[in-house]
């Protein structure tokens, strides 16, 4: 049978034998097949080279492909060398390739969907009066890890979770931290992540005494005594 038939499917299944027969009619249904299918740039590649055995054969100098472009040059041979039967290679009349994710592809993943990886992060830390802010350079660090570990956009989130696992337990009892700032240091392992608190100390030095207003983050002001040494503490004190 091919596509278009009209086959009988048992409604009651395997445990209900005895129920009745449901006409499905494939005429209007597309089917769509599609899977990682992994080893099968290997296979494209020797059909490509070739074989070259003797002192006049020719060397393969050419750069290693990447398996978006070997995938490109895929033909039905392929599949059936990979394990498929030509029954089923038949009933697929168009075969089309997807491209691997870049670093570009990958950062547009993480910031731009609704339920993104970096706004559940966020969300996350707002749950707990923190703001958190990853650079774009430090963006650019996740893409390049996913790329080099070949994990694309599911390697994200692990590499995401595996530099902020320990803050995530220390925002919490830290009541006066304001921002957290992620950069492309802190990802590749080289320093802690920058923590801005709401408390601020400053020292100024003045020499006529008198009274302003200052404001700090978002909504924080304190009141400030210019004097000669004047030592300045948080605003909600």
Request: some cysteine; overall charge positive.
């Amino acid at each position: 049978r091919g596509l278009g038939d009209v086959y009988k499917r048992q409604q009651g299944g395997r445990k209900h034998p005895q129920q009745e027969f449901l006409q499905v009619d494939t005429s209007n249904i597309l089917f769509i097949c599609g899977g990682a299918f992994s080893g099968l740039e290997e296979i494209i590649n020797y059909r490509l080279k070739g074989t070259a055995i003797g002192f006049n054969s020719k060397l393969d100098l050419e750069p290693k492909k990447t398996i978006g472009a070997s995938l490109k040059k895929l033909e039905n041979q392929d599949l059936l060398k990979f394990g498929m039967i030509p029954e089923f290679i038949g009933r697929l009349p168009v075969i089309t390739t997807l491209s691997e994710l870049d670093e570009d592809m990958l950062i547009r993943i993480m910031t731009q969907p609704k339920n993104a990886i970096v706004k559940q992060f966020e969300s996350l830390m707002r749950m707990d009066g923190v703001k958190l802010e990853i650079k774009e350079e430090a963006l650019k660090e996740i893409a390049k890890l996913a790329v080099s570990q070949n994990t694309g956009a599911r390697g994200l989130r692990s590499i995401i979770e595996d530099s902020l696992m320990d803050l995530m337990y220390k925002v919490p009892d830290q009541k006066d931290l304001y921002k957290v700032v992620i950069n492309n240091d802190v990802i590749a392992k080289k320093s802690d992540p920058r923590l801005d608190l709401k408390s601020l100390i400053i020292l100024y030095f003045s020499l006529s005494p008198h009274k302003i207003k200052y404001s700090f983050g978002p909504s924080q002001s304190v009141l400030v005594l210019l004097s000669p040494l004047t030592l300045l503490f948080d605003g909600s004190s």
